[in-house]
């Protein structure tokens, strides 16, 4: 059973599913779905369709090189069969996969801690501009002095509070 891509957006095409089209030139492309098909008519490049695979890897979203995207190449060489050569592929198989998914998963948090970072940054930028908002504005004013700092601490209630308040006021 051959497992083949989709010339737009690279998923698997099953057999039996799909569109085959066939230009003037003898050059097959394949279709996951009528989706790709149509927007192959209407011309549209696939680097530039926001859902494609070419575009995710060209805007960084998705790993773009990797030595695991090696074994996907397609190869039109017959080769003869051998039960442990056979065997030793499924196993190889199995490990390259388990592979590429650690490396998904590095990238993916690589990308998602540069993304945490720049969120805390745009909270702070956000707190600093409307600090107004959080504090009352006589307490900008008067916050250099001890008791202004008293003064606006802000206690918040928690269950079994009663008794650090007890503590407290002895």
């Known amino acids: 059973m051959r497992l083949e891509k989709c010339w737009f957006c690279s998923s698997t095409v099953y057999p039996g599913h799909g569109i085959q089209f066939v230009r003037n030139d003898a050059t097959v492309f394949k279709f996951c ?8 008519k209407m011309k ?14 060209l805007a960084g979203k998705e790993l773009a090189e990797d030595a695991t995207f090696e074994m996907e190449r397609r190869r039109n060489r017959p080769e003869k069969y051998d039960r442990q050569l056979m065997h ?13 998914e650690k490396r998904q998963e590095r990238f993916h948090e690589a990308r998602m801690q540069r993304s945490r970072a720049a969120a805390v940054q745009r909270d702070r ?29 802000m206690l918040i209630p928690v269950e079994g509070a009663k008794q650090t308040e007890d503590r407290m006021a002895e």
């Not at 707190?127 to 601490?153: C, M, N, S, Y």
């Open 44 to 57: 549209r490049n696939p680097r530039k369709v926001k859902w494609t695979k070419a575009y995710r890897k």
């Open 88 to 100: 030793k592929t499924v196993q190889a198989m199995k490990k390259v996969d388990e592979i590429r």
């Open 125 to 153: 930028r956000e707190l600093q501009r409307d600090i107004a908002t959080v504090r009352a504005p006589e307490a900008l004013l008067k916050h250099k002095g001890k008791e202004a700092k008293e003064k606006h601490k």
């Open 33 to 40: 779905r009528s989706k790709c098909h149509k927007n192959f």
